[in-house]
């Protein structure tokens, strides 16, 4: 068992308060949903840690931390879009924040968001990475599962065609 103040519990503790924020705010840009972006963002942390006391430092606690967030990011996805058209069938009513409550904020944040949206998915995915989740191109090329060079292009053109969608400039293609 390691003591408290093992140089192991420090690493972990450290670790653990760089990324929380971090992986928070991805899983938030992704989904729009502040609690199940913490309870996505607890698991995965959580995670983090079972490995860490079981086996030891992963090589990447930020790869492994998001490479568990997408996996279970992707699978809140697909139980929301099951459950949502029962929610609606049965009349609970939406949960959603009044149109009145934050609304110069918000008109803002649906901008945005929808220019996301239109970008195809791999540039969605890396620009959100680097830019929301804080990490280097190292980082998200592990994440993503591609070179060095491939995450920089990605997040490069990335960049550019969402500057261009806020401006209104950009053509989505077909399939994304």
């Given at each position: ?87 609606l069938a049965s009349g609970s009513p939406d949960a959603g924040p009044s149109p009145e409550s934050h609304a110069i904020a918000r008109l803002e944040e649906q901008r945005v968001r929808a220019a996301l949206a239109r970008l195809p998915r791999r540039d969605r995915e890396a620009i959100l ?48």
């Amino acid at each position: 068992m390691v003591r408290q103040g093992s140089p192991v519990i420090v690493d972990l503790d450290e670790a653990l308060s760089q990324l929380a924020p971090r992986v928070l705010r991805y899983l938030v840009a992704r989904l729009g949903d502040v609690s199940l972006a913490e309870e996505i963002a607890q698991e995965s942390l959580a995670a983090l840690v079972r490995c860490w006391r079981n086996g030891g430092a992963p090589e990447s606690a930020d790869a492994f931390v998001f490479a568990v967030a997408r996996r279970r990011l992707g699978r809140a996805v697909w139980r929301r879009r099951l459950w949502v058209p029962l929610e609606l069938a049965s009349g609970s009513p939406d949960a959603g924040p009044s149109p009145e409550s934050h609304a110069i904020a918000r008109l803002e944040e649906q901008r945005v968001r929808a220019a996301l949206a239109r970008l195809p998915r791999r540039d969605r995915e890396a620009i959100l990475l680097v830019a929301v989740a804080e990490m280097s191109m190292a980082e998200a090329a592990k994440v993503l599962g591609v070179s060095l060079s491939a995450a920089k292009m990605r997040v490069h053109r990335a960049r550019a065609r969402l500057a261009e969608l806020l401006e209104g400039r950009y053509d989505t293609p077909a399939a994304g």
